[in-house]
């Protein structure tokens, strides 16, 4: 499995000067479906127009129906950069407990029909 998972993973970093300011990714669930994952600095700001392009452009070019991305329910700008994406609202009620330190999240996808 951990072959499959590199073989068919993607993952982007964000460098400004010598400093990685992003990271992000796609992982494949099975055939159809994936999940986006993203860590962002809070230095990010400058390059976040860039980001967004770049990772709005590997969304589209995605080979799958459904991507899906958790965001914890109080990172509002976690929640606006999925629907910046194209990334839907699935649990108005956040998910208790999801993470292991106990935090809430909200599951968000991005489906073509």
């Known amino acids: 499995m951990t072959e499959e998972l590199v073989e068919n993973s993607l993952a982007l970093s964000c460098w400004i000067d010598d400093q990685c300011v992003g990271a992000g990714g796609l992982r494949p669930i099975w055939h159809g479906r994936a999940a986006a994952w993203a860590l962002l600095s ?14 709005s452009f590997v969304l589209a070019t995605m080979p799958a129906n459904r ?33 292991p330190d106990g935090e809430d999240a909200f599951l968000f996808a991005r489906v073509r029909p």
């Open 42 to 55: 809070r230095n990010a700001g400058p390059a976040m127009l860039a980001i967004t392009r770049k990772l």
């Open 67 to 99: 991507i899906e991305m958790t965001v914890r329910a109080n990172f509002l700008p976690g929640c606006r950069l999925a629907a910046f994406l194209g990334f839907r609202l699935e649990t108005p009620v956040p998910m208790r407990f999801f993470f």
